[in-house]
């Protein structure tokens, strides 16, 4: 029998000193349960000196030398009972390997519970802790194409908000959230906590996807659920302590190229020309000789921005101690993280503060255990995270907003003293779009900082008591939870002085140049502050049952009662003070007849005190089967090659009680909402009453009616596959009207809000995973996924359009909405013959040439229709295998992601905001001898909202598909430790060139994703 294994405890473990009265030499033959078959990959070591180690080889035979004759071995495999030996002077030992009824690989983390793999008919994916590990400190980014069903995208890489946005089986709603719920050792969290997770700290990690599944959770999981359960401590002889260090080196994946100062001058001067040659160039042949020579950076300047102020690589670092032990009546688990992490920006010299971004998390873990009595254990759990982050006074995304308004060749950043100003002299330039200047990027950056102190708190309790002794099988569990997270943020700033070369001169071959201020500052720092947090108190008791009565038919069942008490730490409006509460109960029978067939019957019964009373509860039932073939007594001789062969499908509603408002049902009125002024002279005024709001009588909760197939199958022991097909339809999706006629007044954001919307999402995934042990010394593992859902769009209460086309029903979720582009226009003979294109006048060849869908002769609002795929993808899909050979192991993973859309907007030239020139514009423009260009005709002064050439179309829509070479590791054990160097996002192919399609649509000129190399160490004692 072959699985996948860890060699973790073959490591080197410190030791202590014991008596040795005798050493022998241990030759082990062993075998699975049958007694005859050799069991290959069993880890065998010394109890009381771990790097007295072994693996079976292919025969099942193991040797070990040199070890104390009154000495006991352990015998370990995942999926396998662990096995204490004693040796009582024996030179030959046999040993049979036993299947755990509780091993980790056996059981699957369910709803409110636990199950056996074998007996799981839902669509659950689980994967290990250490799977999730990346170079950076954010969990979810270990997401995309290692879980089957799990669509994950990661928009920037900025530390402390680099996480993934993901989704379960893609998306299935227009409205309210598509998150997924998050527990945490049972306690809901956010995705912030979730990727605050130290993979060391996870023991288990389970997907919930389909009906079966999720219809515990009712009106909360039609989005899916993601449970962890995190490590406890074992009844050991001495703790173990496990240490990870790690140094990572950062640097982006793909930087926009902006052209240099020549190309921008030169192309905005034919912006102007070719529109009108007699018209007067923006730049002169005299500035673009200065810049083209590097004649002065202050006159001619050629500000590179990206260089200026981006470091091209930084650092982060990375430690984690983590101790396991624990005696016969009390075990723990406590583990501690320190993730700091640097950003890019670089700091001015002048300044006694530091601008650039370092945020520093600290992750604490306790769990304990406590045995009460023989059948009572209590436990308690502490989630602590601590979070300092520091940074520029201003986002990153205006400081890349800034840049791109300030072309390199208008004015210098910074200027040098000339008159011993006691402050620094920021660059700018009269003109500009920012109070008759230019916004001066650096000037935003370094101008002040920000700090952020975040802490967040979950502890849990809870008793689990055996109730055998009312009958056999029968437990009860309660517990009860705090969650608590408060933010603090205090910004610093001061008003940056700008100035402006106002002449210049040439003496003596030396360039001279005065200047004068363009806006006054001040050195004084002002300070703003603002705090915010949130709390959640959980109760919940349950009941279980598991039985299996003449050894055939196994029985279970379990009863839940779940409360919740949300509630905003400094609440900024009336509602905000109402605490958000849900209350409920969930059932879970199942039934297994000889671990062949199966059946499992699930309900959630719950509400929220969100909607009317009489609409608050519902009830979300499920049911799913299953057969696992290869247990009939006819498969018997096909066992040895299809150890598993298993058929499940499921049924059922769940919900989704999120709503765009609190309390939608009710009618919202401003009475001093509105002035009136009356009288024969129009002399008196009053206030009066408005509708502000309109309520939606009888709102309720999303429902969502899931089904699902799926096939489990494992030949040789050693290739395991499962897929599922899926589909759901998700009715009554909470909406905003679309068709009131403008005549009743009621329009805009007063239209009212009803159950009107209707979404269908299907697809399939697959999970495909190969283990192998070769010989004593080798170790194979071959691991792929993919998934595909597609959504389509079925009512969304659209208005009766003209034409068919115009309408998004039978269209997938977050597609854009364009025009159809047939190319460039190649002549003004060509415009001429052509429907008017109503968007901008005078039009000439070079501008983009729209297909006029209704043909009435004209381009206009009317011809657009949904084009394009999804922004979310709807495939993605991983590859990886590792390899380990005695001491060294070797480890990669490809992830990608096809079937998407991005589209490059707002990254046009020559706008009034005096937009900078990206490259691929200026090296492709169309111009006469070059009609085939990726770029229309250049326009000056070009309005990014409304001109034709701007305007959503295929003509810039790209494939956003990608595949890139995620992670690779080689790492190496040398006794107690391992040391490993690794990579992330290190490669990546894809049909889009100017930036990094991960990061979407835009004009690319954000955070950037990174490239990171670790170098690391581990230990264990």
């Given at each position: 029998m072959?699985?996948v294994?860890s060699?973790?405890n073959?490591s080197a473990v410190?030791?202590?000193?014991?008596?040795?009265s005798?050493?022998?030499?241990v030759?082990?033959?062993?075998v699975?349960s049958?007694?005859e078959?050799?069991?290959?990959g069993?880890?065998?070591?010394?109890q009381?000196?771990?790097?007295k180690?072994?693996?079976?080889?292919?025969?099942g035979?193991?040797k070990l030398?040199g070890v104390p004759?009154d000495g006991?071995l352990v015998?370990?495999?995942?999926g396998m009972?662990t096995q204490?030996?004693?040796?009582?002077?024996?030179?030959q030992i046999?040993?049979?390997?036993?299947e755990a009824a509780q091993?980790?690989?056996?059981?699957?983390?369910?709803?409110?519970g636990?199950?056996?793999?074998a007996?799981v008919?839902g669509a659950?994916?689980?994967?290990?802790?250490?799977e999730l590990?990346?170079?950076?400190?954010?969990?979810?980014n270990a997401f995309?194409?290692?879980?089957a069903?799990?669509i994950a995208v990661?928009?920037g890489g900025?530390?402390?908000?680099?996480?993934a946005?993901?989704?379960?089986r893609?998306?299935?709603?227009f409205s309210g959230?598509?998150?997924?719920?998050i527990?945490?050792?049972?306690?809901?969290?956010s995705?912030g906590?979730?990727?605050?997770?130290?993979?060391?700290?996870?023991?288990g990690f389970?997907?919930?996807k389909?009906?079966?599944a999720?219809?515990?959770?009712?009106?909360?999981?039609?989005n899916g659920?993601?449970?962890?359960?995190t490590r406890?401590?074992?009844?050991?002889?001495?703790?173990?302590?496990?240490?990870?260090?790690?140094?990572?080196?950062?640097?982006?994946?793909?930087v926009v190229?902006?052209a240099?100062?020549?190309?921008?001058m030169?192309?905005r001067?034919?912006a102007?020309l070719?529109?009108?040659p007699?018209?007067?160039?923006?730049?002169?042949?005299?500035?673009?000789?200065?810049?083209?020579?590097n004649?002065?950076?202050?006159i001619f300047?050629n500000?590179d921005?990206?260089s200026?102020?981006?470091e091209?690589w930084?650092?982060?670092?990375?430690?984690?101690?983590?101790?396991?032990g624990g005696g016969k009546?009390t075990d723990?688990f406590i583990?501690?993280?320190?993730?700091?992490?640097f950003?890019?920006?670089?700091?001015d010299?002048?300044n006694?503060?530091?601008n650039?971004?370092?945020?520093?998390?600290?992750s604490?873990?306790?769990?304990?255990?406590?045995?009460l009595?023989?059948t009572?254990?209590?436990n308690v759990r502490?989630?602590?995270?601590?979070?300092?982050y520091n940074?520029?006074q201003t986002?990153?995304a205006y400081?890349?907003?800034?840049?791109f308004?300030?072309?390199?060749?208008?004015f210098?950043?910074?200027?040098?003293?000339?008159?011993n100003?006691?402050?620094?002299?920021?660059g700018?330039?009269?003109?500009?779009?920012?109070?008759?200047?230019f916004?001066?990027?650096y000037?935003e950056?370094?101008?002040?900082y920000?700090n952020?102190?975040?802490s967040?708190?979950?502890s849990?309790?809870d008793i689990?008591?055996n109730?055998k002794?009312i009958t056999e099988g029968l437990?009860?569990?309660?517990m009860?939870?705090?969650?608590n997270?408060?933010?603090t943020?205090?910004?610093?700033?001061f008003?940056?002085?700008?100035?402006?070369?106002t002449?210049?001169?040439?003496?003596?071959?030396?360039?001279?140049y005065?200047?004068g201020?363009?806006n006054?500052g001040?050195n004084?720092?002002?300070?703003?502050?603002?705090?915010?947090?949130?709390?959640?108190t959980t109760?919940?008791?349950s009941l279980d049952?598991?039985r299996?009565?003449?050894e055939?038919h196994n029985v279970?069942a379990?009863l839940?009662y779940?409360?919740?008490d949300y509630?905003?730490n400094?609440p900024?409006?009336?509602?905000?003070?109402?605490?958000t509460?849900?209350?409920?109960v969930?059932?879970r029978?199942?039934?297994?007849?000889?671990?062949?067939y199966l059946?499992e019957?699930n309900?959630?019964y719950?509400?929220s005190?969100?909607?009317?009373?009489?609409?608050?509860f519902?009830?979300f039932?499920?049911?799913?089967?299953?057969?696992?073939?290869?247990?009939?007594a006819?498969?018997e001789?096909?066992?040895?090659?299809?150890n598993q062969?298993k058929l499940r499908?499921s049924y059922?509603?769940?919900?989704?009680?999120?709503?765009a408002?609190?309390f939608?049902?009710?009618t919202l009125?401003n009475?001093n909402?509105?002035?009136?002024?009356f009288g024969?002279?129009?002399?008196?005024s009053?206030?009066g009453?408005?509708?502000?709001?309109?309520?939606?009588?009888?709102?309720?909760?999303e429902?969502g009616?899931?089904?699902n197939?799926?096939?489990?199958?494992t030949?040789f022991n050693s290739?395991?596959?499962?897929v599922?097909?899926f589909n759901e339809?998700r009715?009554d999706?909470f909406m905003q009207?679309n068709i009131?006629?403008?005549e009743?007044?009621?329009?805009?954001?007063?239209k009212p809000?009803?159950?009107l919307?209707r979404?269908?999402?299907?697809?399939?995934?697959?999970?495909?995973e190969?283990?192998?042990?070769?010989g004593s010394d080798?170790l194979v593992?071959?691991?792929?996924?993919?998934?595909?859902?597609?959504?389509?769009l079925l009512?969304?209460d659209?208005?009766m359009?003209?034409w068919?086309?115009?309408?998004?029903?039978?269209?997938?979720?977050?597609?854009?909405?364009?025009?159809?582009?047939e190319g460039?226009f190649?002549?003004?003979e060509?415009?001429?013959?052509?429907?008017?294109?109503?968007y901008t006048p005078?039009?000439r060849?070079?501008d983009?040439k729209?297909?006029?869908?209704?043909?009435d002769?004209?381009?206009?609002?009317?011809?657009?229709t949904t084009?394009g795929?999804?922004?979310?993808?709807?495939?993605?899909?991983?590859?990886?295998?590792?390899?380990q050979?005695?001491k060294?192991?070797f480890?990669?993973?490809?992830?990608?992601?096809a079937r998407?859309?991005?589209?490059?907007?707002?990254f046009h030239?020559f706008?009034?905001?005096q937009?900078?020139l990206?490259?691929f514009v200026?090296?492709d423009y169309?111009?006469?001898?070059n009609?085939n260009?990726?770029?229309?005709?250049l326009?000056?002064?070009?309005?990014?909202s409304?001109h034709?050439?701007?305007?959503?179309?295929?003509?810039?829509m790209r494939?956003?598909?990608f595949?890139?070479?995620?992670?690779?590791?080689?790492?190496?054990?040398?006794?107690?430790?391992?040391v490993f160097?690794?990579?992330?996002?290190?490669?990546?192919?894809?049909?889009?060139?100017?930036?990094?399609?991960?990061?979407?649509?835009?004009?690319?000129?954000?955070?950037?994703?990174?490239?990171t190399?670790?170098?690391g160490?581990?230990?264990?004692f």
């Amino acid at each position: 029998m072959l699985a996948v294994f860890s060699l973790a405890n073959v490591s080197a473990v410190a030791t202590t000193p014991y008596l040795q009265s005798k050493n022998i030499n241990v030759t082990l033959k062993v075998v699975e349960s049958d007694g005859e078959t050799p069991f290959v990959g069993a880890v065998i070591f010394l109890q009381s000196n771990h790097q007295k180690s072994t693996v079976s080889d292919v025969n099942g035979v193991a040797k070990l030398t040199g070890v104390p004759a009154d000495g006991t071995l352990v015998v370990e495999f995942l999926g396998m009972e662990t096995q204490n030996i004693a040796i009582n002077e024996r030179t030959q030992i046999t040993i049979v390997m036993k299947e755990a009824a509780q091993a980790i690989e056996d059981v699957v983390v369910v709803g409110f519970g636990k199950q056996k793999k074998a007996s799981v008919v839902g669509a659950v994916s689980t994967v290990k802790g250490e799977e999730l590990r990346v170079t950076n400190a954010t969990l979810s980014n270990a997401f995309a194409g290692r879980i089957a069903g799990v669509i994950a995208v990661q928009r920037g890489g900025e530390p402390g908000a680099d996480g993934a946005s993901f989704w379960i089986r893609g998306i299935s709603t227009f409205s309210g959230s598509t998150s997924p719920l998050i527990y945490i050792d049972g306690v809901e969290v956010s995705s912030g906590d979730l990727n605050a997770l130290a993979p060391e700290v996870i023991e288990g990690f389970s997907i919930l996807k389909d009906a079966s599944a999720t219809a515990l959770y009712g009106a909360r999981g039609a989005n899916g659920v993601i449970l962890v359960t995190t490590r406890n401590g074992k009844d050991m002889e001495k703790a173990r302590i496990n240490i990870r260090f790690q140094n990572t080196f950062t640097q982006p994946t793909q930087v926009v190229k902006i052209a240099d100062g020549v190309d921008y001058m030169n192309a905005r001067n034919y912006a102007i020309l070719n529109r009108n040659p007699n018209a007067t160039p923006y730049f002169s042949e005299q500035q673009i000789e200065g810049v083209k020579n590097n004649l002065n950076p202050y006159i001619f300047p050629n500000t590179d921005w990206q260089s200026y102020l981006f470091e091209d690589w930084t650092t982060t670092q990375a430690l984690n101690m983590n101790v396991t032990g624990g005696g016969k009546r009390t075990d723990y688990f406590i583990s501690a993280t320190l993730n700091n992490e640097f950003g890019m920006f670089k700091k001015d010299p002048n300044n006694k503060f530091d601008n650039n971004i370092q945020n520093m998390r600290l992750s604490l873990q306790a769990n304990v255990g406590v045995l009460l009595t023989p059948t009572t254990k209590a436990n308690v759990r502490i989630n602590s995270n601590i979070l300092e982050y520091n940074g520029s006074q201003t986002s990153s995304a205006y400081i890349y907003q800034c840049m791109f308004e300030a072309p390199g060749v208008m004015f210098a950043p910074v200027l040098p003293s000339q008159k011993n100003e006691d402050h620094i002299l920021f660059g700018s330039k009269n003109g500009g779009p920012v109070s008759g200047r230019f916004r001066n990027p650096y000037a935003e950056m370094v101008s002040g900082y920000s700090n952020n102190s975040q802490s967040t708190v979950i502890s849990s309790f809870d008793i689990d008591q055996n109730l055998k002794f009312i009958t056999e099988g029968l437990s009860a569990k309660g517990m009860v939870s705090f969650k608590n997270w408060s933010t603090t943020s205090v910004t610093r700033r001061f008003t940056p002085y700008y100035y402006g070369v106002t002449d210049w001169r040439v003496e003596n071959g030396e360039y001279l140049y005065n200047y004068g201020v363009i806006n006054k500052g001040s050195n004084a720092l002002s300070t703003s502050t603002s705090n915010g947090g949130d709390r959640l108190t959980t109760l919940q008791f349950s009941l279980d049952y598991n039985r299996t009565f003449a050894e055939k038919h196994n029985v279970s069942a379990m009863l839940v009662y779940l409360q919740r008490d949300y509630n905003t730490n400094a609440p900024g409006t009336f509602y905000a003070t109402l605490p958000t509460r849900n209350q409920g109960v969930a059932a879970r029978v199942t039934y297994g007849y000889d671990n062949r067939y199966l059946l499992e019957l699930n309900a959630g019964y719950n509400g929220s005190e969100n909607f009317a009373e009489g609409s608050r509860f519902g009830l979300f039932p499920s049911f799913s089967v299953g057969y696992n073939i290869a247990n009939e007594a006819y498969f018997e001789s096909l066992r040895s090659v299809v150890n598993q062969l298993k058929l499940r499908g499921s049924y059922g509603l769940v919900g989704n009680s999120s709503t765009a408002s609190r309390f939608p049902y009710l009618t919202l009125v401003n009475l001093n909402g509105a002035g009136y002024t009356f009288g024969d002279q129009w002399q008196t005024s009053q206030t009066g009453a408005i509708v502000t709001t309109y309520g939606a009588a009888g709102a309720r909760w999303e429902r969502g009616v899931k089904a699902n197939i799926g096939l489990d199958l494992t030949l040789f022991n050693s290739l395991s596959l499962s897929v599922d097909v899926f589909n759901e339809e998700r009715n009554d999706i909470f909406m905003q009207r679309n068709i009131i006629p403008a005549e009743s007044g009621i329009t805009g954001s007063l239209k009212p809000y009803a159950n009107l919307g209707r979404v269908k999402n299907e697809g399939i995934e697959a999970s495909l995973e190969y283990n192998k042990a070769i010989g004593s010394d080798w170790l194979v593992s071959v691991r792929g996924n993919f998934t595909f859902a597609k959504n389509e769009l079925l009512d969304r209460d659209e208005p009766m359009y003209k034409w068919d086309y115009q309408s998004s029903i039978g269209q997938p979720l977050n597609c854009y909405y364009g025009l159809i582009a047939e190319g460039l226009f190649q002549s003004d003979e060509e415009v001429k013959n052509s429907p008017n294109q109503t968007y901008t006048p005078n039009l000439r060849a070079g501008d983009v040439k729209y297909k006029d869908l209704n043909e009435d002769g004209k381009i206009d609002d009317n011809d657009r229709t949904t084009i394009g795929y999804p922004t979310v993808p709807q495939i993605v899909y991983g590859l990886g295998a590792s390899l380990q050979y005695k001491k060294l192991s070797f480890s990669l993973f490809f992830q990608g992601v096809a079937r998407t859309s991005l589209n490059m907007n707002s990254f046009h030239p020559f706008t009034p905001d005096q937009n900078t020139l990206l490259d691929f514009v200026a090296q492709d423009y169309w111009r006469e001898d070059n009609p085939n260009a990726a770029y229309p005709r250049l326009v000056d002064n070009i309005n990014q909202s409304t001109h034709n050439n701007v305007r959503t179309s295929t003509f810039w829509m790209r494939d956003g598909s990608f595949i890139r070479l995620k992670s690779v590791e080689l790492g190496y054990n040398v006794g107690k430790f391992r040391v490993f160097v690794s990579g992330q996002n290190l490669l990546t192919w894809a049909p889009f060139k100017h930036w990094d399609p991960e990061l979407g649509g835009g004009r690319g000129l954000s955070y950037p994703n990174l490239r990171t190399a670790t170098i690391g160490i581990q230990a264990t004692f």
